[in-house]
């Protein structure tokens, strides 16, 4: 069983990271041995507490972007019936839907194997200077492709927002969701960022750095709420008490839909450079410092 | 998209044996593609139900439309 403070400082662990591109699951992993806390995460109790975490995180996503979810439920009952895709919103749905299935089925295959890691937390370090390591590559492809298009025939613009080459989601193709979306599978591995592999694959395909947030906050959405939705009945015994899963659950929320405003503020004109330097760090962290 | 009846057809035969193993996994108890002990699995149930439904909708998709003058 869990303490109710290990419990809160986890959702607010959770908030923070299950959105901006560092993976909340390398942090519940690497955090708690390298500051000295002392609970095991392959204790019964950790799964449940997650899934909790999980639901308030996706219930921030929903609140975030509900007008864009009610279009594109809308538009998927509406493609789903016709058979066919006549709008962007129903092109929306339809590439959601694809992006998710990936990993929705490698995750379902691999979750077993997979919780071995969760109590390993010089692996979780490992892959978080991997998370890094991708996010710096992306960003190295995304100014690779900037220079040359300064070089060439387009005209400088002061921020990318301003350039057409630098498409919005609709202007994804399905095979690019879908490779987006076997991406997102990575995401299993603590340490590997969900949003940070989404992201950086969304720079790659094209998209403006606003756009690739938004695009993996939308991707996450349906995953995260699954995660959360399919532990909820192995809250048992070693369940937290309802009155600190709902507070942790809401902390969770509440810190995940500030820490989303925050990051698609901050990547109007920011990079992901600093979150990969910041996982790198970390990362080394916990292989020095964790024994 | 012009579609394509056969694609339309493999993807229904794909529904109805994701049907059937939702079906399985909803009522009986077993350790078939589950890690553990012979039990019911209903999270597997619900995913092939969810998948079934994907399957009905990619069907409906790939089926050749009728062009209305």
């Keep these: ?291 | 998209m012009r579609g394509s009846r056969p694609l339309a057809l493999v993807l229904l035969v794909l529904a109805v044996v994701f049907a059937l193993a939702a079906i399985f996994y909803f009522t009986q108890k077993t350790s078939f593609l589950a890690s553990g002990r012979p039990a019911l699995h209903w999270k597997h149930a619900i995913v092939f139900t969810v998948l079934t439904l994907l399957a009905v909708i990619a069907a409906n998709f790939a089926r050749p439309k009728s062009i209305k003058a």
């Excluded at chain 1, 339809?94 to 919780?115: E, N, Y």
Aim: glycine share 10%; hydrophobic share 55%; aromatic share 8%.
């Design chain 1, 1 to 291: 069983m869990l303490s109710a403070g290990l419990i809160l400082f986890l959702a607010a662990l959770q908030g923070v990271t299950e959105l901006f591109p560092v993976s909340s699951l390398g942090h519940a992993v690497v955090v708690p041995p390298l500051i000295g806390l002392n609970f095991r995460e392959t204790s019964p109790a950790f799964v449940p507490v997650l899934a909790v975490l999980h639901l308030g995180t996706a219930s921030a996503l929903l609140f975030l972007y509900r007008r864009d979810w009610a279009r594109i439920i809308l538009g998927f009952f509406r493609a789903a019936a016709k058979g066919r895709i006549s709008d962007p919103d129903e092109r929306l749905a339809v590439m959601l839907i694809v992006g998710t299935i990936p990993a929705g089925i490698i995750g379902f295959l691999l979750q077993d194997p997979l919780k071995s890691l969760f109590g390993d937390p010089r692996a979780a370090s490992a892959f978080l200077i991997v998370n890094g390591a991708i996010l710096f590559a992306a960003e190295m492809f995304r100014r690779r492709d900037e220079r040359r298009r300064a070089v060439g025939s387009a005209p400088v613009l002061a921020h990318e927002e301003d350039d057409p080459a630098y498409a919005r989601i609709e202007g994804l193709s399905l095979r690019t969701t879908v490779i987006v979306g076997i991406f997102q599978a990575g995401a299993l591995l603590p340490g590997i960022s969900r949003s940070g592999i989404t992201m950086a694959a969304g720079l790659v395909a094209g998209l403006r750095h606003e756009e690739a947030a938004r695009f993996s906050f939308l991707l996450a959405t349906p995953i995260i709420a699954a995660a959360g939705l399919l532990e909820l009945p192995s809250l048992g015994s070693d369940a937290p008490t309802l009155g600190v899963a709902i507070g942790a659950a809401v902390l969770a929320g509440v810190v995940a839909y500030a820490s989303a405003r925050f990051l698609l503020r901050y990547l109007r004109l920011g990079r992901l450079d600093p979150f990969a330097y910041y996982c790198a760090a970390l990362g080394a962290a916990g292989l020095v410092f964790i024994h």
